[in-house]
């Protein structure tokens, strides 16, 4: 049981920071849930109830050899609130995890009015309490006022327009295309996978793209965009020539097949250690998902296999520079009793967010108890969103990016095998290491949270 003096304060109702509160009360820890709803809302949110969904109802797959399933299986395991509400209030979906969204946020608030242990104070937080430990769960639309009191802890870098390119598993690139090789030789020389294009192809690319469907920001996004990452299809309205001058340019890059210099190249930077996923360097578009895997498949010599692992995409968004700001328990290196979970830490989507959450809690319990923390196995869903946020899943100096939870990120499989078997040997050693860590999670009781009705699809 906690010093029951350690009250925490938990700073944001949606999805990190309601999995938080909750996961942290049922460990004895008395909780502080702060948020600003009813009394203000941002631009996004319309109920007055805690988790409320946004922009849509799934939680997408729950076929647990998917990443995002994989996850799913590992937070029922925990006992997560997010993912019993889910459960008890699902709608049929195919094999994905859709919910009813307005029943779904009542019973995240009711189970959270009705645990002992946590009081929920409504208004806006303007200002950090300057004493105890601090969950800061605010999401991607953190209000105005607090960005700026977190800016005194994080640095001014902390509100962006998220930039998100496409990411491409490796095993699908035809590499009898692709060519290692950096411009001119920099780094290791070969640090980046080449897509040549000749001058008829590029043409035909950027047609594509001028005239593929684009998704409409939502009312809370302003169309606007940082110079430094620019849709591809903004630059590609400012002239056809523009992304050959850009992300899309040839310099410094020698096709060795030809020995010649390309008309224009889409180059792929490793995402993770072991190379089994490759970004699109530069490729932050509002093409629909749709269009963007038609268009880059039929366009893009060297993708006509691509398996995406993610889409590329740009929306309003709030997030720090996790790795170089946090310690390996999420808790920020210059002042360690504030913690960050959620999509504010640099993880995307509702799932994610929540097990962020989760994973606070449990650090923080940890620490408050005097128990050493005990992080989730790598290999693990659980753990692989760790290893994005502390860092360790990607390459020195890597540019932060917020992520959902893929198969990328994982540490590499050994052995050789077919892509088909993959999915499945990844899902296979979560589960066992889950299994063996478990004890490390001092899940209490059994079975689904209290107060969460559980009913089958």
């Known amino acids: 049981m906690a010093d029951q003096k350690q009250r925490v304060t938990v700073i944001g109702g949606g999805l990190a920071g309601t999995e938080c509160a909750y996961q942290l009360a049922r460990r004895g820890v008395p909780v502080v849930l702060r948020e600003m709803k009813p009394q203000k809302r941002s631009p996004a949110h319309k109920s007055d109830t805690l988790a409320e969904l946004v922009c849509s109802n799934s939680l997408r797959s729950d076929n647990p050899e998917s ?15 997010v993912l019993s509400a889910a459960d008890a209030n699902r709608v049929p979906a195919g094999d994905a995890l859709a919910v009813e969204r307005e029943r779904f946020s009542a019973a995240i608030t009711e189970s959270l009015l009705r645990q002992p242990g946590v009081e929920l104070v409504a208004g806006e937080v303007e ?20 960005t ?14 998220d930039a998100i390119a496409p990411i491409v598993s490796a095993d699908s690139i035809d590499m009898d295309i692709a060519f290692r090789q950096s411009r001119y030789g920099k780094g290791g020389g070969d640090d980046y996978l080449n897509l040549p294009l000749t001058k008829e192809e590029y043409y035909r690319f950027i047609a594509e793209v001028k005239a593929g469907q684009k998704v409409v920001p939502h009312a809370f996004e302003e169309p606007k965009y940082f110079e430094g990452c620019l849709p591809i299809e903004v630059m590609a309205e400012r002239g056809d020539d523009t992304l050959a001058y850009g992300p899309m340019k040839p310099v410094g890059l020698r096709d060795p097949r030809t020995g010649q210099e390309p008309y224009a190249v889409v180059q792929l930077r490793m995402e993770d250690a072991g190379g089994t996923s490759w970004n699109m360097v530069g490729f932050q578009t509002r093409l629909t998902w749709g269009e963007q895997k038609r268009i880059f498949t039929t ?3 060297g993708l006509q296999q691509a398996e995406f692992l993610r889409m590329g995409q740009i929306h309003r968004n709030t997030f720090i520079d996790s790795p170089r700001l946090l310690s390996k328990d999420l808790s920020l290196k210059t002042e360690p009793r504030l913690y960050f ?26 620490r408050l108890t005097g128990a050493e923390w005990v992080p989730p196995p790598a290999t693990t869903a659980m753990g692989a969103l760790l290893r994005h946020v502390t860092g360790e899943a990607h390459p020195p100096d890597y540019p932060h990016q917020p992520s959902n939870i893929i198969f990328g990120i994982f ?16 899902s296979a050693r979560a589960k066992q290491d889950l299994a063996a860590w478990l004890p490390h999670a001092g899940v209490p009781g059994a079975g689904a949270p209290e107060h969460v009705e559980q009913r089958s699809a």
Not at 67 to 77: K, V
Not at 127 to 146: K, Q, R
Not at 148 to 161: M, W
Not at 411 to 426: C, I
């Open 148 to 161: 700026r009191e977190l800016e005194r802890y994080v640095g001014a870098k902390l509100y962006f327009y």
């Open 341 to 366: 979970a959620g999509q504010v830490s640099g993880v995307e989507g509702y799932v994610e967010s929540a097990a962020c959450g989760y994973l606070v809690a449990l650090a923080l319990h940890a």
């Open 127 to 146: 200002h950090l309490p300057e004493d105890g430990p601090v969950v800061i769960a605010t999401g991607p639309l953190t209000s105005d006022a607090l």
């Open 411 to 426: 540490p590499p499989l050994t052995g050789r095998m077919k892509k088909s078997e993959k999915r499945a040997a990844y």
């Open 67 to 81: 990443a995002i399933g994989l996850l799913h299986a590992e937070l029922r395991a925990l006992g997560s609130l």
């Open 299 to 301: 366009c893009i010599p």
